[in-house]
């Protein structure tokens, strides 16, 4: 097949490289976009979609639980597991499809094939019809991740799993261990233990979701055990004997080292970013520990050759590659847009209760060198987040006592993910707590929370 030339050529069709490649094609550039495997990558049809519907199923199948503390009757209910797996895949087919028709529709040639980048401006694709090559000034390379497997941890998709063996589950755990509690380990560990498992997390660090403010990680974990959720922190598993059915995990703490028998695991101990077999370091990409070494605009250090999303580093999240495969596409059509900062994109964890937050913790904050303000409001003093039934829950925020500055805001509850987003524009606009006091919050919303915490940080909340 003869060479096919392009303005940009696109390695990877996750939520990066497919909006790199759309953007690019808006602003008049001739794009290819090659995809080994699905359109929409990890995200789409192994991570942040599938999983929302997974977890749809179990928030629906809690509330029925709760049918009569709203004068409901819903008796001797049960739910499919084939059926939550099959609705799950269904909506991850559905938006592969959609990709589709939107490449279509802005003429992005879309290429199915392993792609290796032979020379500087020169991609050659491995496809079921042979070799192609394409030719381009400037490459994007959107490759992503995987899970990452520890030593005598390895996934065997038997007893025990990954995400991907975790979402279309043989069966039903009965007695399930979680090994890692961040966002992936603790949607896993929400969604299995609604439906019946006996789960523990076991989390090396001090506290669950490491990352997350330590009033939240407070509140979250108080809410989990609850849930009868066996949290084990500061421990590690330091091996896994595997038999007919059954794994003995080997767990080690301060106290010691202990057993404990479970029928499946899932291993959720981060991602290694996929830089092998591309040819990036033949051609002079620095890779530092599975991810590429980019400055501010994506850019690798060698001319015309971009990294975006979670090959590129953290935070390793699908709207993060999104905004940068928007920059680079914009930077190379000879438009000036704004880096990212990291530090202004939220984090969304969808267990129950949600988790979000964006900027800076209070920790965080205090070891930059601030002196804080600090506002927070429980769910329980909202009107309509009683209503709902939904009382358990924390909205704080953080102000630089100097200046003003929202420096960081962290939530804990129900709907908090689709809450954050107004202190991410806060974020964005460099927000004052002025700026958030005299916005007048619709009510009866959840969002008058958001309001109370910044009103609280300053010794004016009204309904605590």
């Known amino acids: 097949m003869a060479d096919q030339t392009f303005d940009i050529v696109v390695i990877g069709a996750g939520p990066g490289g497919y909006v790199a490649a759309i953007r690019a094609a808006q602003l008049g550039l001739s794009v290819a ?9 990890i995200c789409l049809n192994w991570g942040c979609i599938p999983t929302k519907a997974l977890l749809r199923s179990a928030e629906v199948y809690h509330n029925m639980e709760r049918a009569k503390e709203f004068g409901l009757s819903a008796d001797k209910f049960s739910f499919d597991l084939d059926a939550i797996v099959k609705r799950s895949r269904g909506v991850a087919n559905q938006m592969n499809g959609g990709i589709k028709t939107l490449f279509k529709k802005n003429k992005v040639t879309s290429i199915m094939g392993e792609a290796k980048i032979a020379a500087k401006g020169k991609v050659v694709v491995k496809t079921e019809k042979g070799e192609e090559t394409l030719l381009a000034k400037n490459i994007i390379v959107a490759t992503g991740a995987r899970a990452r497997e520890l030593p005598g941890l390895e996934a065997d998709g038997d007893l025990v799993w990954t995400y991907r063996h975790a979402l279309v589950p043989k069966r039903m755990p009965k007695k399930l261990l979680v090994i890692g509690s961040g966002a992936i380990g603790i ?9 019946g498992a006996d789960t523990t997390v ?29 949290i084990l922190e500061k421990t590690t598993v330091k091996k896994l004997d595997r038999s007919a059915g059954k794994v003995v995990a080997h767990f080690e703490d301060a106290k010691g080292t202990t057993t404990q028998e479970f029928d499946t695991v899932i291993s959720a101990v981060g991602i290694v970013g996929n830089v092998e077999g591309i040819g990036l370091e033949e051609l002079g990409v620095k890779i530092d520990r599975t991810h590429v070494v980019t400055d501010e605009y994506c850019r690798t250090g060698v001319e015309g050759v971009f990294a975006i999303g ?37 984090g969304c964890t969808y267990c129950h209760p949600q988790v979000a937050s964006v900027g800076l913790t209070e920790e965080k904050a205090k070891e930059a060198g601030y002196s804080v303000k600090v506002g927070k409001f429980p769910f329980i003093g909202n009107g309509k987040a009683v209503a709902m039934g939904e009382a358990e829950g924390l909205v704080k925020t953080i102000f630089d006592e100097k200046t ?17 987003q107004g202190f991410v524009i806060g974020r964005t606009l460099e927000t004052t707590e002025e700026d958030l006091m005299h916005t007048v919050f619709p009510h009866p919303t959840m969002s008058e929370m958001m309001h109370e915490s910044v009103l609280a940080a300053y010794g004016r909340a009204l309904h605590i």
């Open 187 to 195: 949607e896993f560990a929400s969604f299995f233990n609604t439906f």
């Open 202 to 230: 076991v989390e090396v660090m001090d506290r669950v979701l490491p990352v997350e403010d330590k009033d939240i990680s407070a509140f979250a974990k108080k809410q989990f055990v609850k849930q009868g959720i066996t």
């Open 33 to 41: 976009c090659v995809e080994r495997e699905n359109l929409g990558g």
């Open 404 to 420: 003003g500055e929202l420096l960081g805001a962290h939530m804990v509850g129900a709907e908090v993910t689709e809450m954050i």
């Open 310 to 346: 979670d090959i590129a580093g953290a935070p390793w999240l699908a709207h993060k590659a999104s905004h940068e495969g928007v920059m680079v596409a914009e930077l190379i059509a000879g438009q000036k847009p704004h880096p990212i900062k990291p530090n202004s994109i939220a």
